[in-house]
């Protein structure tokens, strides 16, 4: 029963990691969370531009639905704690989302580094519609409505939302192009084994040589 939950919730390679590791893998990335959340950011016209859905993506592909919920909404909580702001309104639930579907969209049987990065971006164009476009900016909307009700006074949603998505759709570039570069990088060398799975043949027959990985 947990063997098979295991399976839902992580991907195989986290799965078959020790309890110590998997901690030490979740607090390398929360702490990243927190620091792209909180500490880092590039000011452009009209928007700053931060790279926390870079993080949360990859958590949750890296590592499966589980782990990148966990790397969204605890980045983003403690990030408020160390940086706090006037009223938190739990934006860390929609990241965590974000690593959560792309963790889940990882688990779609597409092999081969084709498939690979077609799941990549089945994720990232998911989560840029429902996410960025949809949720992030209902919640957003509801909090400056709530609590700074004259920053949307005269505005209904779509009026913010068409505004809203100008600044976001360059800043889900940027982080679209920081996962690209990435996953070039893991993909290319099969580093620590993370797609293994996907990359060589499960009957053994391999795509390129399929070395020996140690997780454990």
Same mark, same amino acid.
């Given at each position: 029963m947990l063997s098979k939950l295991s399976n839902v919730v992580f991907t195989r390679y986290f799965a078959s990691l020790s309890a110590a590791k998997k901690v030490a893998y979740l607090a390398v990335f929360i702490a990243l969370s927190v620091v792209v959340n909180s500490f880092i950011e590039i000011s452009a016209p009209s928007t700053k531009i931060t790279f926390t859905y870079f993080v949360c993506f990859l958590a949750g592909f890296?590592?499966?639905p589980l782990p990148g919920f966990l790397?969204?909404?605890?980045?983003?909580? $403690?990030?408020f704690l160390l940086v706090?702001?006037?009223v938190y309104w739990f934006f860390g639930l929609t990241l965590g989302l974000?690593?959560?579907i792309a963790g889940f969209v990882r688990k779609i049987p597409l092999r081969g580094r084709a498939g690979v990065f077609g799941k990549a971006v089945i994720a990232l164009v998911i989560n840029y519609l429902f996410i960025t476009c949809f949720v992030n900016s209902l919640v957003n909307y509801s909090y400056l409505? $709530?609590?700074l009700p004259h920053v949307v006074e005269g505005k209904t949603f779509w009026i913010y939302l068409s505004g809203r998505l100008v600044t976001q759709t360059i800043v889900y570039a940027v982080n679209v192009a920081a996962v690209a570069v990435v996953l070039s990088v893991f993909v290319t060398t099969n580093l620590f084994g993370l797609f293994r799975d996907e990359l060589y043949a499960r009957t053994g027959e391999a795509?390129?040589?399929r070395p020996e990985?140690?997780?454990?």
């Open positions: 890296l590592l499966g790397v969204g909404f605890l980045g983003d909580a $403690i990030g706090p702001q006037e974000f690593g959560m409505y $709530i609590f795509v390129g040589h990985v140690k997780t454990s």
